[in-house]
């Protein structure tokens, strides 16, 4: 299993914090956005991670080489038109890498390892988007539309009384996943005005046609961060997930020294 992450933007909504440098290295607790991401996904089982850049390209990659580069586990795709398009062409920049089963991230999702290793452990099914619910929504959530565990619509706009959660910027490709993306995708693209959408409308086009599903996972183990008081949520999740190595740390030590004892 790879993963592709999809930080080309500028977080404009985070201005000034974003004036010198992108979205997904915003520092929390020490570690960047990214880097929080990518240490979730390797303790996790994914080791190889592309990550699509563009606004402060090298900076990024400035970073995933001091962090990372020893271990070419992590590597970067430039999207040279990211200033102009939307995060669908972002997505094509990675086409490459969609060979075979994979996840899609949006780079400014952080989680709690409990999020990705529940979606990695759902029901084998080509596409499955990780969703979360909660009892209130807003105007920028991605909201989504169910049968049951079946996606039927997913978008910003859909009424109230139509949409039954969120997607939380997550999704699981399996065996003809990535193949049946990556036509939608090239289908979608032949009108000149897609470059302006999102890749989730690609999704949205996929469910319609009954060919995507979705995975349930915890509302507080997870963060979007778009504007500046979202970093405080995702202080809580990144906390719970340092939280979460201190005390499997200790458990492997005490077991450790169990085993050791006469």
């Known amino acids: 299993m790879k993963a592709i992450i999809l930080s080309a933007g500028q977080g404009k909504r985070l201005l000034p914090l974003t004036a010198t440098r992108p979205k997904c290295l ?7 956005l990214l880097e929080w991401q990518i240490d979730e996904l390797k303790h996790c089982g994914v ?4 990550v699509v850049t563009g606004y402060s390209a090298e900076k990024v990659e400035d970073l995933l080489r001091r962090r990372y580069g020893a271990k070419k586990q992590v590597k970067t795709l430039f999207n040279g038109a990211y200033a102009k398009t939307d995060n669908l062409v972002s997505c094509w920049s ?4 969609m060979t075979e089963d994979f996840i899609l991230l949006n780079g400014d999702t952080l989680f709690q390892d409990v999020v990705l290793k529940s979606l990695l452990e759902s029901p084998a099914r080509p596409v499955t988007v990780a969703v979360s619910h909660k009892d209130t929504y807003d105007a920028d959530d991605m909201k989504v539309t169910l049968e049951g565990s079946r996606l039927v619509r997913i ?3 859909i009424p109230a009384n139509e ?3 969120e997607s939380i910027g997550m999704i699981r490709f399996l065996g003809e996943g990535p193949a049946m993306f990556l036509e939608a995708m090239e289908t979608a ?3 000149p005005k897609a470059v302006k959408q999102w890749y989730l409308s690609v999704i ?8 995507v599903w979705t995975h349930s996972i915890p509302a507080s183990a ?4 778009d504007y500046p008081t979202d970093l405080e949520d995702a202080d809580r999740v990144v906390g719970a997930c340092a939280g979460n190595r201190i005390r499997g740390s200790a458990m492997k030590t005490a077991k450790h020294k169990s085993l050791l004892q006469p």
Do not use: I, Y
């Open 204 to 211: 949205d086009t996929m469910a319609g046609k009954g060919q």
């Open 189 to 191: 693209l032949r009108n």
């Open 26 to 32: 915003l520092p929390v607790r020490g570690k960047t």
């Open 94 to 97: 990675a086409r490459g890498e």
């Open 47 to 50: 080791s190889r991670v592309t």
């Open 222 to 225: 997870w963060c979007e961060v």
């Open 163 to 165: 949409f039954h959660g």
């Open 155 to 157: 978008g910003k706009d």
